[in-house]
């Protein structure tokens, strides 16, 4: 048995010569060299250092011993909770399905559906997938868009668009500072003044009407708003708050939402004329009002408050998502079935 064990260890000397100095069992040969030395005497148990040395059972028995404590100490339930698969699999439909969201974007359109996770846990599932990070119908009138509280700070500016068929058209919105609330004032191909100056008109009428108390006004200094419009502003006691000379950070809000109409709509979508535009406007104006998350507002849209989290476990796993289209697929709205 002794010269048995001593030709094995031959062979694995001669199959490690020149990789490294010192000699690598691998766990076949240990188990051979431990069938062979349990039938030699004690006297020959010096063959024991071949297969481990010192440091290898001191250092193993205290791991050992680290994992009796640990296990003795060990609740019950430890860590989060795994994910459920229905969550995981809604997840990526809505990364598929909407290309341009992000984890945070994903977070937010589960906090509208009542389904508490947190923004890490979005994050993570979509990078286990190999995902990269991303880059009602009832049209509200002036006078309810415009009662808003006395610190309401809304701002304006002008959004260029070219159609197919290559002309211009210029829309005119207003976004409310405090409630994120956006309205669509106008569509046209030639914003001249005497346009300008009506649209302006119309909001002081509905301003006083709505008995609203907004005293500023935030536009930049586009050469398509007359000086007109600042005289019929101060008359209604709103006061013109022109913004710096290529600054955009001073109206920050307004450009927020006319880089989230390019990307979510403008960008992936060809407009065809002035009516193409007005509709496609309207239907994003209603879905960024009445559902699109917001981080600013907790998550929760300007017309629609953050419903709350679902507690019971079984709503969780038995999940049923409606969506609905809008645009023909380009935005998506998501639901519960009612």
Same mark, same amino acid.
């Given at each position: 048995?002794?010269? $048995?064990? @001593? ?18 069992? /691998? ?8 069938? @062979? ?13 071949? @297969? ?7 250092? $193993? ?8 404590? /640990? ?11 795994? %994910?459920? &698969? ?7 439909? @809505? ?14 359109? !589960?906090? %509208? ?26 049209? %509200? ?13 809304? /701002?304006?500016?002008?959004? +260029? ?19 994120? &609330? ?8 030639? *914003?001249?003044?005497? #346009? ?28 398509? !708003? ?21 600054? *955009?950070?001073?109206? /920050?809000?307004?450009? &927020? ?14 407009? #065809?004329? +002035? ?7 309207? +239907?994003?104006?209603? !879905? ?18 953050? *419903? ?31």
């Amino acid at each position: 048995m002794e010269i $048995r064990a @001593l030709r094995h260890r031959i062979t694995v000397l001669e199959g490690q010569l020149g990789a490294d100095a010192r000699v690598r069992f /691998a766990p076949e040969d240990r188990a051979f060299l431990a069938a @062979l030395l349990t039938s030699l005497p004690r006297a020959v148990l010096r063959w024991v250092r071949l @297969l481990v040395r010192p440091a290898t059972v001191l250092c $193993r028995h205290r791991d050992l011993l680290k994992r009796c404590h /640990a296990r003795s100490r060990r609740p019950k339930r430890r860590g989060r909770p795994p %994910t459920v &698969r229905s969550i995981r699999v809604i997840i990526l439909r @809505l990364v598929r399905e909407n290309r341009v969201w992000g984890y945070r974007r994903v977070h937010g359109e !589960f906090t %509208t559906l009542g389904i508490k996770i947190a923004p890490s846990t979005v994050w993570e599932i979509l990078k286990q997938a190999g995902h990269e990070p991303a880059p009602e119908r009832v049209s %509200t009138t002036w006078a309810d868009f415009l009662r808003s509280p006395a610190d309401a700070l809304p /701002a304006c500016d002008f959004i +260029e668009t070219i159609t197919v068929n290559g002309r211009r058209q210029y829309t005119l919105a207003i976004i409310e500072h405090t409630g994120r &609330r956006i309205r669509v004032l106008g569509i046209t191909a030639h *914003p001249t003044a005497s #346009w300008v100056v009506q649209a302006v008109k119309n909001l002081v009428m509905d301003v006083e009407q709505a008995g609203c108390r907004a005293r500023y006004l935030i536009r930049d200094r586009d050469a398509k !708003f007359p000086a007109l419009i600042d005289e019929i502003l101060s008359e209604a006691g709103i006061q013109t708050v022109l913004t710096g000379i290529r600054m *955009p950070r001073m109206n /920050a809000i307004m450009e &927020r939402w006319v880089q989230s109409c390019r990307r979510e709509l403008l960008d992936r979508c060809l407009i #065809w004329n +002035e009516r193409h535009l007005r509709h496609a406007l309207r +239907e994003y104006e209603r !879905f960024y009002n009445r559902h699109r998350a917001h981080q600013a507002l907790g998550q929760a849209a300007p017309l629609r408050t953050v *419903p709350d989290p679902i507690t019971d476990p079984e709503q969780i796993i038995d999940l049923n998502i409606r969506r609905r289209d809008r645009l023909g697929g380009i935005l998506h709205e998501y639901s519960h079935p009612a």
